[in-house]
């Protein structure tokens, strides 16, 4: 089945530096990833839409500025978050979706848990 | 504005009894549902969907019902095993309109199933 690999799986940081997590589906190509964020026992929130070979989509309400994605293949998507601070601190999660998957089945990385002291 | 709903935030069964997780959702453009399973420092992992044109899917022990009229779904789990106790969350999608893979989470259900 179709595998979404993220790393780092933990990271810790001091504020204000920047910090790049990458996702990567390992065996099937996807144009579209999407990345959650979750906080303690809360939904996951959907924060940008990472397309191939263009500017990511934000949800509103989500700094683009702070939340730098991109899109560079059809296999990798990075999120950096720039200049972070403890709030930034969450759980960030990737996901895609294969195309023969069937509609609107997302595989999810296993997530990066951020902690910025 | 939370457009899908999980009101209770956790459940506990015995194991080999029913699990039954509840979902309500608000925006009628949603057409495609789907509940996911996360361990703890884990990703969620696919489980079951259902296509607004159905109202059951089954899959083996993991069934989802919908009730379009109530904006309302679930999940049923039977037998329940403990290896079943984890965070199950529903999501929603509206195809229509061109959303393709954009998926509207709810908070979330504890479950947990003791032996």
């Known amino acids: 089945g179709a595998v979404v690999s993220q790393h780092p799986s933990r990271v810790i940081c001091k504020s204000g530096t920047s910090v790049k997590i990458e996702c990567r589906s390992l065996?099937?190509?996807?144009?579209?990833m999407f990345w959650y964020r979750q906080f303690p026992k809360q939904s996951l929130m959907l924060m940008a839409t990472?397309?191939?070979?263009?500017?990511?989509?934000?949800e509103q309400g989500v700094e683009k500025d702070k939340f730098l994605i991109n899109h560079a293949s059809l296999t990798l998507s990075t999120l950096t978050v720039t200049s972070a601070h403890p709030e930034d601190s969450s759980f960030y999660i990737c996901?895609?979706?294969?195309?023969?998957?069937?509609?609107?089945?997302?595989?999810f990385g296993a997530g990066s848990r951020l902690t910025v002291l | 504005d939370q457009q899908v709903k999980q009101n209770s935030p956790s459940l506990s069964v015995q194991e080999g009894r029913i699990s039954i997780l509840n979902c309500d959702y608000t925006n009628s453009m949603f057409d495609y549902f789907l509940w996911y399973k996360k361990y703890p420092a884990e990703g969620p992992t696919f489980l079951i969907s259902?296509?607004?044109?159905?109202d059951k899917n089954e899959d083996g022990r993991f069934t989802v019902f919908l009730n379009k009229s109530a904006k309302h779904l679930s999940l049923h789990i039977v037998p329940s095993q403990p290896g079943d106790s984890a965070v199950y969350f529903c999501?929603?999608?509206?195809?229509?309109?061109?959303?393709?893979?954009?998926?509207?989470f709810g908070q979330g259900t504890t479950l947990q199933v003791k032996p």
């Open positions: 999501a929603a999608s509206a195809r229509r309109g061109g959303n393709t893979g954009k998926l509207i």
């Open positions: 990472s397309n191939e070979g263009s500017k990511a989509t934000y």
């Open positions: 065996d099937f190509q996807a144009t579209t």
């Open positions: 996901s895609a979706r294969e195309a023969s998957s069937g509609a609107n089945v997302l595989t």
């Open positions: 259902i296509s607004s044109i159905k």
